[in-house]
């Protein structure tokens, strides 16, 4: 919460000492609005959604989350209308926004070829897990890290979004860093690097 879209791309650079980019792949960092957060006492902050409090145990601020993925929907179709096929797509992000991307995906674009959640979680009774209990399609890879150590998104809630998504017919990789806190680090950028070639290879390279 807080950062921008340009921020995490410095962020991540900054750990690689170079940006993460592909010759193939175009990489998009989007910017949430600013609007009030309750958990800072209603002060403004660039989130994609509101929440009553950061704790998996309370419900999901439903209406926030639903007209940020409508915003997010717009930025996909604009790729779409670029000629970018939707399994040639993949959404994901830190911490809230890798709780962004589960709810955009796994509701309302199953037809993209992956997503990655770094540092997030979904609430117990996420939107997410009563969308996924009526679905019957083959849905999007999930790439999840979380560190031991993170204080404010706790590894057991991490833990427990996987393994629930995973109940519901999702294939996930919980990747677990020891040590970590609510942040990024080099291991994790690399293997999200290598999942990410691996998801959208080089057209034409067949991945066996």
Same mark, same amino acid.
């Given at each position: 919460?807080?950062?921008?879209? !340009?921020? +995490?791309?410095?962020?991540?650079?900054?750990?690689?000492?170079?940006?993460? +980019?592909?010759?193939?792949?175009?990489?998009?960092?989007?910017?949430?609005?600013?609007?009030?957060?309750?958990?800072?006492?209603? +002060? *403004? *902050?660039?989130?994609?959604?509101?929440?009553?409090?950061? *704790?998996?145990?309370?419900?999901?601020? @439903?209406?926030? @989350?639903? *007209?940020?993925?409508?915003?997010?929907?717009?930025? @996909?179709?604009?790729? #779409?209308?670029?000629?970018?096929?939707?399994?040639?797509?993949? @959404?994901?992000?830190?911490?809230?926004?890798?709780?962004?991307?589960?709810?955009?995906?796994?509701?309302?674009?199953?037809?993209?070829?992956?997503?990655? +959640? =770094? %540092? %997030?979680?979904?609430?117990?009774?996420?939107?997410?897990?009563?969308?996924?209990?009526? &679905?019957?399609?083959?849905?999007?890879?999930?790439?999840?890290?979380?560190?031991?150590?993170? !204080?404010?998104?706790?590894? %057991?809630?991490?833990?427990?979004?996987?393994?629930? =998504?995973?109940?519901?017919?999702?294939?996930?990789?919980?990747?677990?860093?020891?040590?970590?806190?609510?942040?990024?680090?080099?291991?994790? #950028?690399?293997? =999200?690097?290598?999942?990410?070639?691996?998801?959208?290879?080089?057209?034409?390279?067949?991945? &066996?």
């Amino acid at each position: 919460t807080g950062d921008t879209g !340009q921020g +995490a791309r410095t962020w991540i650079k900054q750990i690689l000492n170079q940006d993460m +980019a592909f010759q193939h792949i175009k990489v998009i960092y989007p910017t949430a609005p600013s609007r009030p957060y309750t958990p800072m006492k209603g +002060a *403004s *902050s660039t989130v994609w959604f509101d929440r009553y409090k950061i *704790s998996n145990d309370c419900p999901e601020h @439903i209406e926030s @989350i639903d *007209s940020m993925c409508q915003g997010l929907t717009d930025l @996909i179709n604009d790729e #779409i209308k670029n000629g970018i096929t939707k399994d040639r797509i993949l @959404i994901g992000g830190f911490s809230m926004g890798g709780g962004m991307a589960m709810h955009l995906a796994y509701r309302f674009h199953q037809d993209v070829a992956g997503v990655f +959640a =770094l %540092s %997030s979680f979904l609430n117990k009774d996420s939107a997410v897990y009563q969308a996924l209990k009526k &679905n019957e399609s083959v849905l999007p890879e999930l790439f999840q890290c979380h560190g031991t150590a993170d !204080q404010l998104v706790l590894y %057991s809630w991490g833990e427990e979004t996987n393994r629930m =998504l995973k109940s519901l017919g999702v294939s996930t990789s919980l990747h677990t860093f020891p040590n970590l806190n609510h942040e990024l680090n080099r291991t994790e #950028i690399e293997k =999200l690097k290598t999942w990410i070639l691996k998801k959208l290879p080089v057209e034409g390279e067949k991945s &066996n």
